[in-house]
């Protein structure tokens, strides 16, 4: 009777289950392993889905300022007219977001390469909150980058998501 490691890498690798846990554990061991960034980058983002959480439980009004030194006018005033108009209902979405998006860099494969365009795509807007934001959004963004690129390129030879027996 085969393990589960034998049931994942005779989906993934048929050429390499032979039934034999010699061969088994070499193919485990053929498989490259995934680079720490998207692991780290995403439980980030879960922690701040649930710091999100916590500000809308706590009080709403902590986000009342954040936009005041939006670099446009558009943005000053969406935020207050509309996002603070209902500050429980975006900050939710808010938690969901990021929360989405950390799992999705978990996960790994073609979730985390949706997962690492949210990212920046997270960050070039959160650069329109003001120059302030800058100090954290461009490291970040070099940051985030160079991680996508080495999950990218680490991560393309392992299986994809769906076709690994989830245990």
Known sequence: MRTRSQVRIAEVHPAR???NEASARSAASA????HWGGPVVGGFFLSM???HLGLV???TETYRHFADAGLFGFVREGWQQIFMAHS???????MAAETT??????VGGRCARAGWVAV??????????GFGVWLWSVPALVL??????????????????????LS
Request: aromatic letters at 6%; a positive charge.
């Open 31 to 34: 498989l490259p392993r995934r």
């Open 17 to 19: 289950s032979d039934g």
């Open 57 to 59: 439980a706590a009080d």
């Open 88 to 94: 429980v209902v975006f900050g939710l979405l808010l």
């Open 144 to 165: 985030v980058v160079v991680l996508a690129r080495r999950d990218a390129t680490v991560s393309s030879g392992l299986p994809r998501a769906d076709h690994v027996l």
């Open 120 to 129: 920046v795509v997270f960050h070039v807007l959160l650069m329109l909150f």
């Open 49 to 51: 889905g649930g710091v």
């Open 101 to 106: 998006v950390g799992i999705l860099l978990l």
